[in-house]
Structure formats: C-alpha cells, structure tokens
C-alpha cells in the first residue's frame, strides 16, 4: 500500500516551535480522515489528534490540547501538526495514519514511518 | 481519560496459542483495535472491530471481545509474529478521541 510520508522532524529547545507535515498520495484519490500519533523513546503509542476528511472537524489528546494545531491544505494534499510550548515530554517518533471510518468510529488503517522531534537545550 | 490495561509481556514457545489481553471498562461500549509494531517499524493493524481482520493479516490472528476484556489470540504462534502489540479504542464519552493500551512485549 502507499504510506503517508511524514516531514519536518527535529532538534527544537524547550518552549519552542515545529510545524510536521505529512503527504499522502492517496488523499488526492478519496479524502480521508487522518490521525497523528506519537511514541517517546521506548514507550508505547499515544494518541495525538484526528482531522476529519473535511477539515472540518479536529480532535485532541488532552495532554496536547491548546498548543498542538492540525490542519490540512488539499491543494496539496498535506496534512500539518503545529506544535508550539514544547517540553521534553513532546519528544518522540510522530507517526502520521491514514484513517478507516466504520461504524462510526475512526481508526488508524495505513501509518507512515513517522518523522523524530526531539526537544532539547 | 484512561488508559486500557495490558500485560507487560507475554512469552510462548513456537507454535502454541498467545493471548494478549486488553481491559477496560470502556471495552463494554466500544471497540477495540489491535496493532503490531516490530522493532524499528511503523504499526500494522491486525485486528479491527474486536474480531476483523484486514486482508493481508495471517488467519492466526483472532480477536475477541467479552464486554470489558478485549483479546488476542494468535493460534501457532511463528517467530516472526515477535513484536510489541497495543490495543486501541476511544473515550468512553467521544468516538473521535482515541487511547493506547500500554502495550504488550510477545516473545515467541
């Protein structure tokens, strides 16, 4: 299958800025909702948000809520993560997916290889 | 929100039956997903819908679901089945936020 493909992984200090993106092949063909998803070093998956297939809709983790910003251009087909007040906590690999809608629940179906934020001084 | 409950790990010789188990309240009223993720690779959904499995995913993998008690069952476990394996729902109140069991380390 064609996997997303994440960018704009990094070394960013405490308090700072990234913007991730992730660009999907298939989303030119049928509009898909997306997720981000994160794993610290050595942890296990966390949840980070939903975007519906419309842009409408937007979803976070309580623990990302307020400075986290998901957003999509479907010019390019390019889902975006903004992620602003980084602490150490943030660091992780970022795993974009491609989302399966049934039975009205959301969940990841395709993941790209995820891009690394590190946030440190 | 909460987090599903799993075993840290979980140990099986080649060819006999692992179940991972996944616990939660939640489980009740929602679904659970199950993916596998091998060192150093992106995860791959086994399971979805308690007990579908995509096409592609070996028919050893089996999920289930008994109301707060989420498993997997992967029958003649093979060598190469050895990964982490987390499973996932959503908040009890919103079908849009999701949630990670802590993961659990299958050694075949």
């Known amino acids: 299958q064609v996997q997303p493909v994440e960018s704009g992984g990094g070394v960013i200090p405490p308090g700072g800025s990234l913007r991730l993106s992730c660009v999907d092949a298939?989303?030119?063909?049928?509009?898909?909702?997306v997720h981000w998803v994160r794993q610290a070093p050595g942890k296990g998956l966390e949840w980070v948000s939903l975007?519906?297939?419309?842009?409408?809709?937007?979803f976070y983790a309580d623990s990302v809520k307020g400075r986290f910003t998901i957003s999509r251009d479907r010019s390019s087909d390019t889902i975006h993560l903004e992620m602003h007040s980084l602490t150490r906590e943030d660091s992780a690999v970022y795993f974009c997916?491609?989302?399966?809608?049934?039975?009205?629940?959301?969940?990841?179906?395709?993941w790209g290889k995820g891009t690394t934020v590190t946030v440190s001084s | 929100s909460y987090e599903p409950t799993q075993p840290p790990s979980v140990s099986v010789p080649p060819g006999q039956t692992a179940r991972i188990t996944c616990s939660g309240d939640?489980?009740?009223?929602?679904?659970a997903y199950w993916y596998q993720q091998k060192s150093g690779q992106a995860p791959l959904l086994v399971i979805y819908?308690?007990?579908k499995r995509p096409s592609g995913i070996p028919e050893r993998f089996a999920g289930s679901n008994s109301g707060t008690v989420a498993t997997l069952t992967i029958s003649g476990a093979q060598v190469e089945d050895e990964a982490d394996y987390f499973c996932?729902?959503?908040?009890?109140?919103?079908?849009?936020?999701?949630?990670f069991g802590g993961g659990t380390k299958l050694t075949v």
């Open positions: 997916a491609r989302s399966a809608y049934s039975n009205a629940y959301y969940y990841m179906d395709v």
């Open positions: 298939v989303i030119g063909v049928r509009t898909y909702a």
């Open positions: 975007i519906s297939d419309d842009g409408k809709k937007k």
């Open positions: 939640v489980l009740a009223k929602k679904f």
């Open positions: 819908e308690d007990s």
């Open positions: 996932f729902s959503t908040d009890i109140d919103d079908n849009h936020t999701g949630v």
